[in-house]
């Protein structure tokens, strides 16, 4: 993979299926897809290292950098396995 390239979530989604050790997600939002990505592998805990940090600011909705649904699946998979999401208030 170079430097800087394109992404959109079906490669987010083979990159989150395909981590070996550590995933370090750090994005403005997610769309769906991508929080059931991220929602199966958080049941990994045991061996994988997971931090998730993004923008809980619902502007990041309205700019399309997520969807709602993804914000609230993302929480209710992270709850269910004892997962601390982080917050930076403008990230983009």
Same mark, same amino acid.
């Given at each position: 993979?170079? &430097?800087? /390239?394109?992404?959109?979530?079906?490669?987010?989604?083979?990159?989150?299926?395909?981590?070996?050790? %550590?995933?370090?997600?750090?994005?403005?939002?997610?769309? *769906?897809?991508?929080?059931?990505?991220?929602? *199966? $592998?958080? *049941?990994?805990?045991? *061996?994988?290292?997971? &931090?998730?940090?993004?923008?809980?600011?619902?502007?990041? /909705? $309205?700019?399309?950098?997520?969807?709602?649904?993804?914000? $609230?699946?993302?929480?209710?998979?992270? $709850?269910?396995?004892?997962?601390?999401?982080?917050?930076?208030?403008?990230? %983009?």
């Amino acid at each position: 993979m170079s &430097t800087f /390239c394109a992404i959109d979530d079906n490669a987010l989604i083979g990159l989150i299926r395909s981590a070996q050790k %550590r995933i370090v997600f750090i994005a403005p939002g997610l769309h *769906k897809p991508v929080a059931v990505a991220l929602g *199966k $592998r958080f *049941k990994e805990v045991d *061996k994988l290292d997971v &931090t998730v940090v993004i923008d809980p600011d619902e502007e990041v /909705c $309205r700019i399309g950098y997520g969807d709602e649904e993804g914000l $609230r699946l993302v929480n209710e998979y992270a $709850r269910e396995n004892f997962i601390g999401l982080r917050s930076q208030p403008g990230l %983009r």
